[in-house]
């Protein structure tokens, strides 16, 4: 009887001792080493040494980025999807180059739409369709605020040693893939460009690196003639 008494307690303990461990995890420890590390440039995250022209120059390497567009395999049968699928693998199985592909959710900025919409219901007489144009302009606005209308979007990087070579894959690829209604559209201009890795890296970010350079970068600075005493005296 003793025996069971001791066993009965003994488990107890063992219980009690496992309950509080389970109710306080012991935390993750990182080095220090690890935590004050810090980052000296951009590059040391993302190593791209310029972007001109829709080029991409890496590590002694040039890249393209093109837009995939046009497939859309929930509307196809089985048959249909099949067919499709082997038609890309048997194209892209003739590529003996390293080529990447980025899929990731964005969220769709409906600003444009919106001040698009307002201006047309501020054209408007006193009507129905004014009403209807205003409540859908502020929709939209709201849309963009709450960041609730999300879009797939498809990316192919191409690699090559020169711009030509790069280019030179791009048509081949984009002519190879016409006859599967895939459409692969080159992104030729450094502010698309700029725009698009940041929907990459940032997909939840609204406003566009190239609207902001427009806004602000861009824009000419202007001073009074106070500020400029000043600064003038610190030059």
């Known amino acids: ?35 004050n ?22 590590e002694n390497k040039y890249y393209l980025l093109a837009k995939i567009e046009g497939v859309n395999f929930s509307v196809m049968s089985t048959q249909e999807q099949d067919a499709r699928e082997s038609a890309l693998i048997e194209i892209f199985a003739k590529i003996n180059y390293p080529i990447k592909f980025i899929t990731n959710t964005v969220i769709v900025d409906t600003t444009e739409e919106a001040r698009r919409i307002a201006k047309l219901a501020a054209q408007s007489e006193e009507s129905n369709l004014k009403t209807y144009q205003t409540m859908y302009a502020g929709a939209l606005e709201l849309m963009r605020s709450e960041r609730s209308v999300l879009s797939q979007k498809s990316y192919l990087i191409i690699p090559g040693v020169s711009e030509k070579e790069a280019l030179e894959r791009f048509s081949i690829i984009q002519s190879s893939l016409k006859n599967t209604s895939v459409i692969l559209t080159l992104i030729d201009s450094t502010d698309e460009v700029f725009d698009s890795i940041q929907s990459i890296l940032l997909p939840e970010k609204i406003i566009k690196p190239s609207d902001m350079a427009q806004q602000g970068v861009l824009s000419g600075l ?3 003639e106070k500020e400029l005493t000043y600064y003038t005296q610190k030059i």
């Open 1 to 35: 009887m003793l025996f069971f008494q001791i066993l009965f307690i003994v488990s107890l303990l063992l219980g009690i001792v496992f309950l509080i461990f389970s109710r306080n995890p012991k935390k993750q420890e990182f080095s220090d080493e690890y935590m």
């Open 222 to 224: 202007h001073f009074n």
């Open 37 to 58: 590390k810090s980052i000296d440039h951009i590059k040391e995250l993302f190593p791209v040494s310029n972007i001109y022209g829709g080029i991409i120059y890496s």
